[in-house]
């Protein structure tokens, strides 16, 4: 029978345990499940065998991430235009004081990253995210994944080698990223697409995520001209009974647009030297389930 204690116990743990399932997999829904299925083996374990609780569900918690991925990927399912990671509303609260731990850990979930992730093999991806953004040490990685220390160490330079040579080199100044925000919603409401290309990086690029299922552009947008006119054109448009609010997603600002109460789109740009260099706009109302204001 479960106790009190162990529920205590595995609770004072979720948001790490969600933390690693999340940017394990992308996706929400998946990483609760994952965490789910980690609470069963944990209130069925012996505890007399568990010395360091969680070590021990950050272990099952990663093996059972990395099943979930090799799945996925022998299932081969192909997408409807770009993927972007379903939306994951971030607040590390008191949790992280450090500011430099904190732009760590925003960094690691953000959604540029969490992309290139998706090209890694579950067990670089896993080696990374325990590295890269919780700061095991390889020793106890390679505990977690059965692995030898060596090998852990090989996975982890291919993983990092791999990120670095894609990750965009993004600022994560929140302040900054929301006053570019507010001001590009405004100029977009206006129709104002002199004032729209102003904010607009040359080489802007646009993501919509939409799995085919809402309407978003089925491949990336790439300049300061088309991604501009495209964004004054859908605002012309406009949404039924629209609203917004601002939110955390990803670690940044970012805006939902409701439409009757209901997530339409989650907005988020991400920013080099003062203007927008990307914009991504997620309306598979799959990934928008969880964001529900209900």
């Not at 500011?99 to 959604?111: F, H, I, M, P, Q």
């Amino acid at each position: 029978m479960t106790t009190e204690t162990e529920t205590d116990v595995f609770e004072e743990h979720r948001p790490v345990l969600l933390g690693v399932a999340y940017r394990m997999l992308g996706r929400v829904a998946d990483a609760e499940d994952v965490v789910q299925e980690a609470w069963l083996r944990w209130s069925g374990a012996d505890r007399s065998e568990v010395r360091e609780p969680r070590a021990y569900l950050v272990r099952i918690t990663t093996r059972l991430a990395i099943d979930r991925l090799r799945q996925v990927k022998a299932r081969g399912e192909t997408y409807v235009g770009p993927w972007l990671p379903e939306p994951y509303v971030t607040d590390f609260g008191d949790t992280v004081p450090d500011t430099a731990e904190r732009a760590v850990l925003a960094d690691s979930v953000s959604l540029a990253v969490l992309v290139v992730l998706e090209s890694l093999s579950p067990l670089e991806r896993a080696v990374f995210v325990l590295r890269e953004a919780f700061g095991y040490p390889y020793a106890d990685i390679a505990v977690m994944l059965d692995r030898g220390e060596a090998a852990v160490r090989q996975l982890a330079g291919r993983a990092r080698k791999h990120v670095e040579e894609r990750r965009p080199r993004y600022e994560v100044d929140p302040t900054q990223r929301r006053d570019l925000t507010e001001r590009f919603l405004a100029a977009a409401a206006e129709g104002d697409l002199e004032g729209l290309m102003s904010m607009l990086a040359p080489d802007v690029r646009l993501v919509g995520d939409s799995g085919g299922k809402a309407k978003a552009p089925l491949r990336v947008l790439e300049t300061a001209d088309k991604v501009g006119r495209f964004i004054v054109g859908v605002a012309r448009k406009g949404v039924e009974d629209l609203s917004w609010r601002f939110l955390e997603i990803n670690g940044g600002p970012a805006v939902l647009t409701l439409s009757g109460g209901k997530p339409d789109a989650v907005f988020q740009i991400d920013v080099v030297d003062g203007r927008v260099q990307a914009v991504y706009i997620i309306r598979n109302p799959d990934k928008l389930r969880s964001l529900d204001a209900d």
